[in-house]
């Protein structure tokens, strides 16, 4: 291994051919490469990168686009030549979320006044970004679609007119489904909502779920007609999209409690008749307990069946290490990147990037495993930070190549070797 590399913690499976700190910015949430370029939103730093990977071994960072004030840029979503940007409210510069479990507990649209019947004056952007990326060195914005409220959070988009949103808007309790029609990207348009029961307090709708409880979609991800939402403390949401204009509710499942929720996102597996569902770890040392990765049996669409979970890594006492251990993400078979029915690439935090073989999906087998050494520094600035890695987002391209990031740490390049 080249000396200019970072020398791993552990690595079994997964060797490092390339790292970057994405020019002097190493904060990453999520990551998407195309034509040769890695495009990583930023946590901390206020905007999003791109980097220049068609040389693996030797990543280079070719572009830097700041956020507007205020405002996050963490999450965005890649297909052919367009680049879609979430703008939201930066929830970790805000006094009231220094504590993350201030955010992650509650209704956050009471924290961040969407739920108020007269909402406070704002100071950031909330809405998502379009730009052409025909040259991804070099984004071009051609679009935008504002939003009332605290903004996007996660996009998903695989091409075509529609793009599927959780959004926080004025009159809810937290993050609801929304499409957008990109029939004219210049000129992106809202499609349709779908929201528990409940969240809509503009309409005097009360939840029925304790006040503690964070009931809102973290992010849908489609597969046909149906999209499969990752509903935090309130689990799967499963919506029906055949006409996105009009998009219904099909099926709520919820396993929490009595397993401690924070449901992430979901990866439908539709030739084995799976869905993959990860419960994100949001807590320091392993306060929130067990999250796992479930595999559901979903021949009966109606009726998800839990038959395995992946095992927690234990080559080390992560739960000892400090910040989070437990999933983040699960890479999403993105049609431009790889796509397997077979391998599941995840983020563990603490514990670095997972590949588990799922040939048997009882019984689930890890056989690839990354862990990237202490971070040279710290990118979060919240107070009481521990310094240690949490990797955050997995890409894998077609070739196999495996692009993972972190809060702290930068963008590392991998090579699967089994």
Request: overall charge negative; some cysteine.
């Amino acid at each position: 291994m080249s000396q200019d590399l970072p020398k791993p913690d552990y690595a079994r499976n997964l060797k490092l051919i390339g790292h970057s700190d994405q020019g002097g910015r190493p904060d990453g949430v999520q990551l998407m490469v195309n034509k040769g370029h890695a495009i990583t939103g930023h946590m901390f730093s206020k905007g999003f990168s791109v980097v220049d990977v068609r040389d693996p071994r030797r990543p280079r960072a070719v572009n830097y686009i700041p956020a507007p004030p205020n405002t996050w840029n963490i999450h965005l979503q890649t297909f052919g030549d367009l680049l879609l940007v979430i703008n939201a409210k930066d929830m970790f510069a805000s006094a009231e979320f220094q504590d993350e479990k201030n955010y992650y507990s509650g209704a956050l649209g009471e924290k961040v006044g969407t739920a108020a019947s007269s909402p406070a004056v704002r100071d950031w952007t909330a809405g998502m970004a379009v730009y052409d990326i025909a040259d991804p060195a070099h984004p071009r914005q051609i679009g935008f679609l504002p939003v009332a409220g605290g903004g996007i959070h996660r996009i998903w988009y695989t091409g075509g007119r529609w793009a599927y949103v959780s959004a926080l808007l004025d009159g809810f309790t937290d993050y609801i489904f929304m499409t957008v029609d990109l029939a004219d990207p210049t000129r992106p348009r809202e499609g349709g909502r779908v929201w528990l029961p409940g969240m809509n307090a503009a309409a005097g709708e009360t939840p029925s779920w304790p006040a503690y409880r964070r009931f809102g979609l973290h992010h849908a991800t489609v597969s046909g007609t149906t999209a499969y939402g990752a509903w935090r403390d309130a689990g799967l949401v499963v919506i029906d999209v055949a006409d996105p204009t009009a998009p219904a509710l099909k099926l709520h499942h919820n396993w929490s409690p009595p397993f401690n929720g924070g449901t992430h996102n979901c990866l439908h597996l539709p030739d084995r008749d799976l869905l993959v569902v990860a419960d994100e770890a949001v807590l320091d040392d392993y306060e929130d307990g067990f999250k796992p990765i479930w595999l559901f049996d979903v021949r009966d669409p109606m009726k998800p069946i839990s038959i395995s979970t992946c095992p927690e890594p234990d080559d080390a006492d992560y739960r000892r290490k400090g910040g989070h251990f437990g999933p983040h993400n699960i890479y999403e078979n993105r049609p431009d990147g790889f796509v397997s029915d077979r391998r599941l690439f995840a983020t563990q935090q603490n514990a670095g990037i997972r590949v588990y073989d799922i040939a048997n999906p009882f019984r689930p087998e890890e056989i690839a495993a990354f862990v990237p050494p202490q971070p040279a520094r710290l990118m979060d600035h919240r107070p009481n930070r521990p310094r240690v890695i949490q990797s955050c987002d997995v890409y894998v391209d077609k070739e196999g190549l495996v692009y993972a990031n972190d809060y702290n740490g930068g963008l590392s390049i991998l090579e699967l070797t089994v």
